[in-house]
């Protein structure tokens, strides 16, 4: 019974986030034009604005301008993220690629740098008077990351469940065919912990390339107005 619960509450989640995810890409087209006009503004944007975007994405240049110690737990937290994200991947496929295969120990070192990044960030939010103005959303989000890393990094230093009823669980809810629960309270707790946070994750992200795109493409057009003048 227990097991036919936590299934079902876990595609609850899943098919929720999905919508949710979906919703707010819809949104985000429908709000920028983009759906209607998005081949023509791909032929105006010069290469250079598509560089700058990427650049700005991927080292947060502008978090960089602004605050040099917010930058570097932002860009650690990410990227740990990233790759643990990737590390996780070995428990919903049967088999992984030999590039991700590679990036396991990445991932493995990138799961004891989330949860020091994460309580750096909420401490240095909490100290700085410019940073006080953060939500509480943004909190009680960065507050579940930092309790969901840690039970990840307790069970791999400390409490390790078995890895085998680990993943034939989670294949079993993709393919859903609900596996027995794997024997660790402390697995449990971290999976339940994802499945709260899963539904709040700020499905904004898939704005920001769009939003950095168009500021890079006003700037640059800016730029040559007042270089003509």
């Known amino acids: ?12 989640s899943y098919l929720f986030f999905l919508v949710r995810f979906a919703w707010q890409g819809l949104q985000v087209l429908r709000a920028s034009g983009y759906a209607a006009f998005f081949p023509v503004f ?5 290469a250079s604005v598509y560089i700058s975007t990427i ?9 960089f301008s602004s605050s040099k110690v917010l930058w570097m737990g932002s860009w650690i937290f990410h990227i740990s993220l990233f790759f643990v994200t990737l590390r996780h991947m070995r428990y919903f496929f049967p088999s992984l690629p030999a590039c991700l295969i590679f990036l396991q120990p990445v991932g493995l070192a990138a799961g004891y740098l989330l949860p020091l990044s994460l309580f750096y960030l909420m401490v240095l939010r909490t100290v700085q008077k410019k940073d006080r103005y953060t939500s509480s959303y943004n ?10 890393s840690s039970t990840g990094v307790a069970m791999r230093a400390f ?3 078995d890895v085998l009823s680990v993943k034939q669980f989670s294949l079993g809810i993709l393919s859903l065919g609900p596996r027995m629960l794997p024997d660790s309270s ?3 707790l971290h999976f339940f912990l994802f499945l709260l946070l899963l ?9 920001a390339p769009f939003v950095n795109l168009e500021a890079n493409r006003r700037i640059k057009e800016l730029r040559y107005v007042i270089h003509e003048r």
């Open 42 to 46: 791909l032929r105006r944007v010069p």
């Open 1 to 12: 019974m227990m097991n036919a619960l936590i299934s079902f509450a876990a595609l609850v």
């Open 199 to 207: 539904p709040y994750l700020p499905t904004h992200i898939i704005a």
């Open 139 to 148: 909190y009680i989000i960065s507050g579940m990351l930092l309790l969901i």
């Open 186 to 188: 402390l697995f449990l």
């Open 159 to 161: 409490f390790r469940p």
């Open 55 to 63: 650049l700005d994405i991927l080292f947060f240049r502008r978090i």
